[in-house]
């Protein structure tokens, strides 16, 4: 049974940072392309980040680019969002999810849709 569980989200003052973790299991998922997605109040779920299954590939949402970096250990089933200069607008449930739909690509995907599993999300509280 695929399992995705996501750790690491926190409060924070403006300008912080925090890593959030997604500890995957089950399935082939070395070879599902990778992503994180977040939801804050009253909004829809909106892409923050992707990484391709080889981590060949990269993909930012355009608010997070600079910021935020997407990278995965495959020997540990961990992916992870390292999140800088954080600021209240980033404040959200943040969710991980994985793809199968890009195996042969080795890309990414952006669009929620595409996505077979999610993880239950961490939350992220910025501070001003």
């Known amino acids: 049974q695929v399992q995705l569980v996501e750790s690491g989200g926190g409060l924070v003052q403006a300008g912080g940072s925090l890593r959030l973790s997604c500890a995957y299991s089950?399935?082939?998922?070395?070879?599902?392309?990778m992503a994180w997605f977040r939801q804050a109040p009253g909004k829809e779920r909106a892409f923050v980040a992707a990484?391709?299954?080889?981590?060949?590939?990269?993909d930012y949402e355009d608010s997070v680019k600079g910021r935020f970096t997407i990278a995965r250990d495959s020997a540990t089933r961990t992916v992870y969002l390292q999140m800088n200069s954080l600021k209240p607008e980033d404040t959200a449930l943040y969710y991980c999810?994985?793809?199968?739909?890009?195996?042969?690509?080795?890309?990414?995907?952006?669009?929620?849709?595409?996505?077979?599993?999610w993880g239950q999300g961490t939350q992220v509280t910025v501070s001003s």
């Open positions: 999810a994985a793809t199968i739909g890009v195996y042969y690509s080795d890309s990414t995907t952006s669009s929620d849709d595409d996505y077979d599993y």
């Open positions: 089950g399935g082939i998922l070395s070879k599902y392309a």
């Open positions: 990484i391709s299954w080889s981590g060949s590939s990269t």
